[in-house]
């Protein structure tokens, strides 16, 4: 069973920066995708960014040049870097990582941390 544990949420101004990370724990094989998501209240849950294992990144259009999604393998983590925050990224942020365990090496399946606030005030 892999475990999640986020860090880094909190209250920031406008235009202010915030780092989130996600540490990955238990009886881990692999890691593949690991991605953040986010959802505000009365909204649907939406991709933040992702990536692979080579590290190829993917963002949601919302977050284009002000995200950076970053991982290190050997730490099984995967950080954040929310830079030019605005209001509307206030969320409660998930982690969420596609990986299999020891006991069934190729057998992959998606977590979820228990989410991190992050909100975007002045």
């Known amino acids: 069973q892999v475990m999640l544990v986020e860090s880094g949420g909190g209250l920031v101004q406008p235009g202010g920066s915030l780092r989130l990370s996600c540490a990955a724990s238990?009886?881990?094989?692999?890691?593949?995708?690991m991605a953040w998501y986010r959802q505000a209240p009365g909204m649907q849950r939406e991709l933040v960014a992702s990536t692979t294992r080579s590290s190829s990144a993917n963002y949601g259009d919302s977050v284009k040049g002000r995200f950076t999604i970053s991982r290190d393998n050997a730490k099984n983590t995967v950080y954040l870097q929310m830079n030019s925050l605005k209001p509307e990224d206030t969320a409660v942020y998930y982690c969420n990582v596609f990986a299999s365990s020891r006991s069934a090496p190729l057998f992959y399946y998606n977590s979820w941390g228990p989410g991190t606030q992050v909100t975007v005030s002045p």
């Open positions: 238990g009886s881990i094989f692999r890691i593949d995708t």
